[in-house]
């Protein structure tokens, strides 16, 4: 049996027992074994092993969890993004020109576009990552969407409910029809989630709650975009299906609040829906940063994703969501750190990643710096220096 022993750690957060809600330790070493964590400890006790990686003192944590990606489509938006800049509201129509591009597009296109996104994500030290379809809208490239995204992840996520496409602008009740009929029956093979857009110039919570319902009738976890754009019912309709996390939360009532903070179990260690923030969308957008404070202190599980998507949020990066979280969302490095890594897997409803505890996924993340601190304090700056998934650096 090969092992690896990832030794001389300065600071390992390990998201477990240790030193404050990151379980830090000092001095520390790791033992890999057949890509799980076998062993935790001080870095002069470490058990031999045949390889080694010394992390030179540095910080080393588990892999980012990234809960939020649309990474299947064609085209690019960088033309509507400076037209934003310049002064042009958000409003969630360019989906639809997003489609066009996604349809007429190969799948070896498709293919690798989702390759090069995914490897750009991995070498920013993201080890777990969630990929959502929603650019196809038809029955055959929501299908083909979500085949290809699971040739790169686990977590899949059907989310033929992203907008209603053109064809179906005057009968969307037709369109919800589709997405609950047809369309679910070729996506659930490959999926293992369903996501729906809840939002006004999207699907409002009648059809929301309907399409969400038929992919759990069908075996999916649901997961939902709720209060993007302006108020909604969309986080309490997360909460009364049991979504595994309810994505963007920027405009929330108290009622939203109370009802997600009244999830939490009981032993206070978290709730069943998440709040997952997308600062990425609100920097891409130039719109008000949800209020990270308000869900925290209310016992809110947060988590951290990028939202990457090529029209509101076109990065890879969880060191710039966390320094944005940071910055703009007043959470505390190690907050926005946890949020970003075991926040992220709650968000996925997983234990084996997000932590480096015995038994976790091997998946560490070696910084070029001596702090987990560091990843918001210099922000822009590549510190990842080195990622190890499943046991294997990369
Ligand atoms: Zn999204």
């Not at 790169?152 to 496409?165: M, Q, S, Y």
Request: aromatic share 6%; proline share 6%.
């Amino acid at each position: 049996m090969s092992a690896l022993l990832v030794d001389n750690i300065g600071e390992l957060v390990t998201n477990g027992v240790g030193e404050g809600p990151l379980g830090i330790r000092r001095k520390a070493a790791v033992l890999v074994e057949e890509g799980r964590v076998a062993w935790v400890g001080p870095a002069a006790y470490a058990p031999a092993a045949d390889r080694r990686i010394d992390a030179g003192g540095a910080a080393v944590l588990p892999g980012f969890v990234d809960s939020h990606a649309h990474l299947v489509f064609a085209g690019d938006r960088a033309a509507e993004f400076a037209a934003r800049m310049a002064g042009e509201p958000y409003t969630g129509g360019g989906i639809r020109t997003t489609v066009g591009a996604t349809r007429a597009a190969t799948d070896d296109e498709l293919r690798a576009i989702v390759r090069r996104l995914r490897g750009e994500a991995l070498r920013q030290g993201t080890t777990t990552i969630e990929i959502k379809s929603g650019y196809g809208l038809t029955v055959a490239d929501e299908a083909r969407s979500l085949r290809i995204a699971a040739e790169f992840t686990e977590d899949t996520t059907f989310l033929g409910a992203h907008v209603v496409p053109a064809e179906y602008a005057d009968r969307p009740d037709d369109y919800v029809g589709l997405v609950c009929g047809p369309m679910l029956a070729a996506a659930a093979p490959h999926a293992k989630w369903i996501d729906v857009f809840c939002e006004r110039g999207a699907f409002d919570v009648d059809h929301a709650r309907a399409i969400l319902a038929c992919g759990q009738a069908a075996g999916l976890g649901v997961r939902l975009h709720a209060n993007q754009l302006g108020p909604g019912p969309g986080v309490q309709l997360g909460v009364e299906l049991d979504a595994a996390s309810v994505d963007h939360c920027t405009h929330l009532s108290d009622a939203d609040i109370d009802a997600l903070a009244g999830t939490a179990h009981s032993d206070g260690s978290g709730t069943r829906t998440v709040a997952t923030l997308l600062p990425g969308a609100e920097f891409s957008t130039r719109s008000p940063y949800p209020d990270a404070r308000r869900l925290l202190d209310a016992g809110v599980t947060v988590a951290l994703a990028t939202d990457c998507n090529p029209g509101s949020s076109y990065t890879s990066s969880m060191p710039f969501c966390i320094a944005l979280a940071v910055r703009e969302m007043r959470m505390t490095p190690a907050e926005a750190l946890w949020a970003a890594t075991a926040g992220g897997a709650q968000a996925l409803r997983r234990d084996d990643v997000g932590v480096l505890t015995p038994g976790a996924r091997a998946d560490l993340v070696v910084l070029a710096a001596p702090s987990y601190l560091h990843l918001a304090y210099r922000p822009g700056v590549p510190l990842i220096h080195q990622v190890i998934r499943n046991g294997v650096p990369q």
